[in-house]
């Protein structure tokens, strides 16, 4: 019997769909990490162009913070050293499917 998936992964994962679909509209030949691991979720190629993207699910901040000028706010992830050296983009998807490339 397989242990069901916790929420927040089911929701990288289709985080994760939609970037490749978004992608793939854009033109691009889209070629998945299947190790889920390393500084790249996608590698995608169009034409000569070659791009590497990690995907992030859209999270904002909550009500519950105390400076209220944050709330609602996207929350935007940093780059480890290894993805700056190799130009990694972030496709950041919120939960109606929209991506935004950063």
């Given at each position: 019997?397989?242990?069901?998936?916790?929420?927040?992964?089911?929701?990288?994962?289709?985080?994760?769909?939609?970037?490749?679909?978004?992608?793939?509209?854009?033109?691009?030949?889209?070629?998945?990490?299947?190790?889920?691991?390393?500084?790249?979720?996608?590698?995608?190629m169009r034409e000569k162009e070659i791009e590497?993207?990690?995907?992030?699910?859209?999270?904002?901040?909550?009500?519950?913070?105390?400076?209220?000028?944050?709330?609602?706010?996207?929350?935007?992830?940093?780059?480890?050293?290894?993805?700056?050296?190799?130009?990694?983009?972030?496709?950041?998807?919120?939960?109606?499917?929209?991506?935004?490339?950063?």
């Amino acid at each position: 019997m397989m242990t069901p998936t916790p929420l927040t992964h089911l929701k990288g994962n289709v985080s994760h769909q939609m970037a490749i679909l978004y992608l793939a509209e854009q033109g691009y030949i889209v070629f998945d990490n299947i190790y889920k691991i390393g500084p790249v979720d996608l590698v995608a190629m169009r034409e000569k162009e070659i791009e590497l993207f990690d995907v992030k699910s859209v999270q904002r901040y909550s009500d519950d913070i105390k400076t209220s000028r944050h709330k609602g706010r996207m929350i935007y992830r940093m780059k480890n050293d290894r993805q700056k050296e190799l130009g990694v983009k972030f496709i950041y998807v919120d939960d109606e499917g929209s991506c935004k490339i950063v």
